[in-house]
């Protein structure tokens, strides 16, 4: 017999025996006498061969189970600040202390490295806040948002140096990676991080998008 028909002679009985996994009850000799290689050359039955893999099953499972664990953790954090942002947010009196509480919870809360708001309305008393600038809707200047205003969704990951430029300035070189809030208008809310994995496309933006349409009613309460 060839080794091509030793091959296909022994995945026929691989599969006969997945086929009819109670073969071995009829026979305890032969299944005990059945031996499986393992990784540092030595042998095993196939009893304890398959409690290892038993346990290596129950060791992925508890690795998932505590990763799930953890996200439904960090969830429920976000879910917590998220809410008392929105309070706090909506406890505000004018619009000028709405975009103050919106930057200091990105901050302190949220710890965002760098925080900075565009906003399209003029906003009084704020002519010394590092972190808000005003700016026309339509200005040229603000032309690489113009899809992300357009869209309305969040965007995570590294900016085009261009838009790094535009909303932090001076400390652009800073930034490594940025969530992107951008309010059809309203303005832009920028929180950059010095890590470039901090913020990264593809994450999850449920609480971005949420945090962005709080900012979006709380302000609304102000009118023009």
Request: hydrophobic fraction near 40%; include cysteine.
């Amino acid at each position: 017999m060839s080794e091509t028909q030793d091959k296909l002679g022994a995945h026929e009985v691989a599969a006969w025996l997945r086929r009819h996994p109670g073969f071995l009850k009829q026979f305890p000799d032969l299944a005990l006498s059945l031996v499986v290689p393992r990784d540092d050359g030595r042998t095993a039955s196939l009893a304890s061969y398959q409690l290892e893999v038993l346990r290596d099953k129950n060791r992925e499972l508890s690795r998932r189970l505590a990763e799930l664990s953890a996200n439904a953790q960090d969830n429920e954090r976000l879910a917590v600040r998220t809410h008392q942002l929105t309070l706090s947010l909506m406890r505000q009196d004018n619009y000028a202390d709405t975009l103050r509480a919106m930057a200091a919870s990105l901050a302190e809360d949220f710890n965002g490295d760098l925080v900075r708001i565009v906003s399209f309305r003029p906003v009084a008393g704020m002519e010394d806040a590092e972190w808000l600038q005003v700016r026309g809707e339509g200005e040229p200047e603000l032309a690489p948002f113009r899809d992300a205003l357009r869209d309305g969704e969040p965007l995570c990951g590294r900016l085009q140096a261009e838009k790094n430029a535009i909303l932090y300035g001076l400390r652009q070189e800073d930034v490594q990676s940025s969530a992107l809030l951008a309010l059809t208008g309203v303005g832009l809310v920028a929180v950059g991080s010095h890590d470039p994995n901090r913020f990264y496309p593809g994450m999850g933006t449920l609480f971005l998008r949420m945090m962005g349409e709080s900012l979006v009613v709380a302000l609304e309460r102000f009118g023009d």
